[in-house]
């Protein structure tokens, strides 16, 4: 296996525990707007797809524009995640352990960029996050499940791809780490472990204090 020169974040539902509320909020939404959505509908249909190709769906099932649909969805979340928003469980240690093995890492998100600095703020992360770490697919110009962003990720911090490890939990987000030729390790919480790694998954964990054997880091080495 390659060295590892990189390990490449996913931001909601990998460091930060928004997952519950965002999948909940666009249930409600698009609900009120009348397709009638589940939690889980929404965890199975949208988790890790671009909004705007959601409101497309929606407008599509509906028979009329759903453009509204982003400024209700948005609102509400950025109420909601600013009041509260926890760190995932094992996600810090995760962090100090890649750290302290002396490995790159930075963070790469569908969302804009409002959206990663909100929760990484609630949830009392922003001090470990470097913002010239931060890549958002809405600067980027690319979405997951598209590979443009990991690979843009990549060369703005001169990694080979090839020693690049993605931590993803999202099937979108593991066929995107696949397709820009990176190892992905997916993190099976909302989403079943069959499915990510029916999608590609070189590894699944169940818990992110799984991630550093994951990688090969020996944590009582590194003292995690």
Known sequence: MPRTDLVIFDCDGVLVDSERVTTRLLAEVITEFGLPTTVEDAIARYKGTDLSVIVEHVGAQLGRPADELVEIYRGRMYAELGAACDACPGAPEALDAVEAAG??????????????????????????????????????????????????????????????????????????????????????????????????????????????????????????
């Open 103 to 224: 490995l790159g890492w930075c963070v790469a998100s569908n969302g804009p960029r409002k959206k990663i600095e909100t929760t990484l703020r609630s949830s009392g992360l922003t001090n470990r996050v470097d913002p010239a770490r931060v890549f958002s697919a809405y600067e980027v110009g690319v979405w997951k499940p598209e590979p443009g962003l990991f690979l843009a990720a990549a060369e703005s911090l001169g990694a080979s791809p090839e020693r690049c490890v993605v931590v993803e939990d999202s099937r979108s987000g593991v066929v995107a780490g696949k397709a820009a030729g990176m190892r992905v390790i997916a993190y099976a919480d909302i989403t079943p472990a069959a499915d990510l790694l029916d999608a590609g998954a070189d590894a699944v964990i169940a818990s992110m204090h799984e991630l550093a054997t994951a990688l090969g880091i020996q944590t009582d080495r590194v003292g995690v």
